[in-house]
């Protein structure tokens, strides 16, 4: 209908995947490298979770489309079988002979053919993989079957490669102590988080390009209001895209305005402001504390009322907070997989990623200064203690005190809570992150190393994995070139980074500030906010900002940000994302940080 008046060949947004229009994120490519990791000689088993609608399939179709010499793939669309059908599916999909077993094999001469097939095929020098799609639904008993297929090897590997492709349940049904065998044998990890703005926006960009067309039509406002109401997930964000572009059409502009975005949204999915309806239905749901494969962070969203209950006695809890420092690092075993894989590490879509984004993020990986110094010469946390920034603890801890030291979620919660607002007490049930929002206080989510904690400069909540596949949760504090200060119901304790990295899933959430409405500022931008930020850049610079100060985001304004952003070993982009506003606020009285703001000036 309107492809004509925007000068479009085909449809940029239908829902249809069409290989065509495939935009692979940064955070998708890093998807992808697990999976390919996970077809190599050393692959063994690996777990791909994500919202409904983020491109898990379309990393799996990418996968497939690869040149895999050596490897041959048994694709599993429908989990929901018995044991018996289950590996029947698997056998048909490689094509393995059992017609000896008769119309009705049993389970063991499914096993038995398979392991031949198996032997043969490793004796060819090829390699097996089985995907799983929609994993989330496999039965107890089923998941036993997987279990038990991973033992089929030789005495140096694997015979069977399996993935894992499901929504954040999956995360829910291997955390369940009767499958901690399961669980344990999992060697790669990854959570497909949503685009962030800047990658929404260039996903936005390069569907409507190869659909025929370079003109902008959705500004930068239009562009803030489809994240915040899709969240970056990419089926809603088509979906959105479409409607927005119908209405633009019945109003006869060529430019999408936010107006038409929110109606659009109410229109089409349904959500309320900043919220896809999908997503919003998983979060409710989950009482994960973080969208992450080994985690709990997304349980901080549900807002457990026990949460509540903490905060409301707080002052027991009171003498746990007299200490202010610095911050940790990420999952050895991600960030190992990552690196194994090739997979890149720096976000390429222009611009910041604000909320929920890995340390992978554009322009946001670089250790700041306050790091650099603690670097140079303080390997001794006590050292550091006395340099301005790491809180005074014992020496030399190991991570057997550390787990033994470790507190409940709603404990370290409510901790780091009461660093930013010791009076603020939540009514019981409320959605914490939205709650701490009327506080002008915004979660931060992310997946990342120590060089991102450093350069956020936060305390910082992490999700540690045992052994045992057991979840752990602990309060960052500080951080030294080998050691991180972690605050637990002992006090602080200092611990090895090379320690702490075999069980920290790179995990992290943190909390920030809000000083303006916006999330996201770029050359064209106008208002208030634009005003606050001229004016915070002046200050930050010695200097009387301009009277009258212009409320328009111009090139002079991209400059001076940039400035700042290269200054704190951000990405220089001229873009305000979350992660500078959150590199803004470091020079508050009230803001909690790893490192004193003296200390980290470069």
Known sequence: MYLSFFNLREMPFTITPDPAYLYLSPRHQEALGHLLYGTGQY?????????????????????????????????IHNPSQNEIEFVQSICDELGVDYAKAGPT???????????????????????????????????????????????????????????????????????RPDLRQL??????????????????????????????????LFPPAAIHEIHKATRGVPRLVNILCDRALLGAYSQGVRRVNPETVRRAAGESIGAVAGTGPSVERRRLKKPDWLQLPQSRLRWIETGLACVA??????????????????????????ARHRKAAAAPEQAAAGGEQPQQQPATASGNSAPKSAASANEAGASDPQAQAAA????????????????????????????????????????????VCRELSQHKLECFKGNGEWADLRTL??????????????????????LTATFASIETGRGTINVPL????????????????????????????????????????????????????SDRFDTELAQQLKKFQSTHELQADGVLGVRTLIALGDHATDTPMLASPAASAP
């Open 105 to 175: 094999p049993t389970l063991k001469q499914l096993g038995d053919a398979l392991n031949v097939h198996l032997l043969a095929a490793h004796a060819a020098g090829k390699r097996t993989v089985v995907i799983i799609d929609e994993a989330q639904n496999l039965p107890r008993d089923v998941l036993e079957q997987v279990r038990l297929l991973t033992n089929l090897e030789t005495h140096k590997e694997k015979l069977l490669r399996i993935m894992l492709i499901g929504q954040p349940e999956l995360v829910d049904l291997l955390s």
């Open 498 to 549: 090379d320690q702490i990295d075999t069980l920290w899933t790179g995990e992290y959430l943190l909390l920030w500030r809000r000083e303006i409405s916006d999330n996201y500022l770029a050359q064209g931008s106008r208002g208030a906010s634009v005003v606050w930020l001229r004016t915070r850049l002046a200050e930050l610079d010695g200097k009387a900002p301009p009277n009258p100060v």
């Open 309 to 334: 209950v903490v905060i409301s006695i707080a002052l027991v809890y009171q003498t746990f907070f007299a200490n202010r420092a610095a911050q940790p690092e990420t999952s050895e075993t991600s």
């Open 183 to 216: 669980a344990s044998r999992i060697t790669a990890r990854y959570h497909l988080m949503p685009l962030s703005e800047a990658e929404t926006a260039e996903y936005i960009r390069h569907r409507l390009r190869v659909a025929g067309t370079t003109e902008e």
């Open 388 to 431: 301005g920034g790491v809180a005074s603890a014992p020496a030399g801890a190991d991570l057997t005190t550390l787990l033994q030291s470790s507190q409940t979620l709603p404990v370290v919660m409510s901790r780091l809570i009461r660093l930013w607002d010791r009076d603020t007490v939540l009514p019981s049930g409320a959605n």
């Open 457 to 478: 400069n936060r305390p910082a909540l992490l999700s540690l994995t045992t052994g045992r596949g057991e979840q752990q949760h602990v309060l960052l504090r500080g």
């Open 43 to 75: 692959g063994g088993f690996v777990q791909l979770t994500g919202e409904v609608g983020t491109g898990k399939t379309t990393i799996v179709r990418t996968l497939l489309e690869q040149k895999l010499d050596g490897v041959d793939v048994a694709m």
